[in-house]
């Protein structure tokens, strides 16, 4: 083939390529007039960079969604995105779009904010793919921009109404917890909770170890599957260290989930002062019924002699009228003075003041050593007494003048060497004073019921039953505790131990 037909074929080949790439071409830009339609009618705004030209494009969406007019020229983009980014948001964001670059990764993901042309700042997620050389070399990046203000506004709402629920959860007077339905165990507790128990906050808690029996587990498990919402519950239950205590509770079940919500109140104070104030009403009725009953009759016992007195012409028969008469209306004002005593005891504090327990002892022992018989009866009394004591004078007083007249009154008459023993010590904390006789005892069980109201532990008393009772609450009133031990026919020990504030007080 000559050079001339050479160059013919050269030119026929080369218009071929042109007329081919020409129609490529015209195919391209085609499908460019496609994309770019479908780009302008998105909700998100797409975009493309081609490196390898420096050309940008985004579509009309990604222009609007930060206000910019649709005819802005993208070519000017070098820089724009930087310049609208959130200044809390420019350099987390500016750095990981240049590691990106660098690195070899193909899938491009973040959240940011661009300032909108009114001042305000959107949302947006930005997603694209790379497409990079054999060697990791970026040559284009395509993705969108996806503006997700309202949800990031809904999720920063949730995130805040969680920080106020937390909030409320750990900071509420009640204590809450959450638990399996199933095992029993805690998932979730504010420090209230822990608090209501006196116990630091335990990992792998579980509602098992805080029930007093399995059976009051059963009875909430029962209350639970009959319906899901359970209000104002009372159960005692118990404590860290196993004290008991009243609480008063509420579930929510959620049986999907196998949740319990519960929320419990401390209600141990109020519960006893219910029982407190139930006690009182019944001990109220009791003292109405027996003060009424012990009042009438020694009056009735008092009418009946004046009757007879009347009806007597022997002088020896109304003398003995007379000292009955006078009896019962001693014992008339015996009782009297110990319903005073039940009175004054709730409604006066006297100050304390110091005193010799030596000489109180003595002083109680002088005012019924006469009182009865005391033939052969001994009394020793062995007072230890370096440190000064200082307590109510006048409540001390009725304990003693109560335990040791009874103990007085009491004896034995068919036993060998009666007596009484009466010793105490005082030291800067309290005074410990042990009373004991081998009269003629309590029956063990009469014992538990010794303090009551009107209680006779004996048919040989002829008291009204107030004594010990008294002893009791004036024992509470100071502080001071009481523990008897007592044998039938063997005698009985009463130890009294008294607060001594002399040495409190000086410290405050």
Known sequence: ??????????????DSEIKELRKKLAELQKRLDIYETAADG??????????TSNKPFVSTPWKTMVGLDPNYDVTQMEGLWESLLHPDDFERC??????????SNTNYRQEFRLRHKNGSYRWILSKATAIRDSNGKLLRL???HTDITDRKRADDAVIESEKKYKSLFENSLVGMFRSDFKSGAILESNQKFWDILGSPKLENANTHRFY????DREFVINLVKQKERTENVELEIK?????????????QHYPEDGILETVLIDITDSKNNLLELQKVNFELDSFVYHASHDLRSPLRSVLGLIDLYRLEDSVQVKEQCIERIEGSIKRLDD??????????NDRVNDSHSELNLMVEINNSIASYFNATDTTDLSIKTKVFHDRKLMTDATRLRIILNNIISNAIKYRSFSKDGPFIKI????NEKEAVITIEDNGDGIEESKLPHIFDMFYRATEKSTGSGLGLYIVKKVADKLGATIEVDSVELEGTTFKIVVPNTYYSDKEN
Do not use: C, H
């Open 423 to 426: 010793e105490a010590q005082v």
């Open 212 to 215: 007093k029996s399995p059976k």
């Open 42 to 51: 998105a909700n998100d705004g797409l975009w493309d960079w081609d490196f």
């Open 239 to 251: 404590k860290y260290n196993g004290d008991l205590i009243w609480v008063l509770f509420s579930i």
């Open 1 to 14: 083939m000559s050079i001339s037909e050479k160059l013919v074929v050269s030119k026929l080949e080369r």
């Open 142 to 144: 395509s993705g969108s």
């Open 335 to 344: 009782l009297v003075q110990e319903l005073l005593s039940i009175s004054r």
């Open 94 to 103: 500016t750095k990981y779009y240049n590691d990106f670059v660098k690195s």
